[in-house]
């Protein structure tokens, strides 16, 4: 995969998505600018730290209904400096007033 410089994943709806994968992919695509990992319940924070980690040219990020995911890798979200569009709605673990001290850059 590492010769592959994918910039648009779609993997929604894939439950059989790991946290192992998705690290895994972040690791290796770091020029991907959008990402769709919508209703994949196996998405943790331990994924979504390693994007935020991996992936500074991200631009657009969906993770509606991810419910694995809370506060702790919301919170490295501001590592994603080129950030435009990310979607949230029906993560049901993570705080609604926590998105107010990230900052997001345009």
């Known amino acids: 995969m590492e010769k592959l410089r994918l910039q648009h994943i779609q ?3 894939c439950e059989q998505l790991t946290n192992a994968g998705i690290i895994a992919l972040s690791q290796g695509q770091p020029y991907l600018i959008h990402l769709d990992l919508s209703f994949s319940s196996r ?5 979504l730290i390693s994007i935020c980690q991996n992936l500074s040219q991200l631009r657009l990020l969906k993770l509606r209904s991810c419910a694995a995911l809370t506060d702790l890798g ?7 400096d080129h950030l435009e569009y990310l979607d949230l709605s029906s993560c049901s673990q993570v705080r609604k007033g926590l998105f107010f001290p990230l900052e997001f850059r345009r």
Do not use: G, P
């Open 43 to 47: 998405v943790t924070d331990a994924a």
């Open 74 to 80: 919301i919170s490295e979200l501001h590592k994603l």
């Open 11 to 13: 993997l929604s709806r």
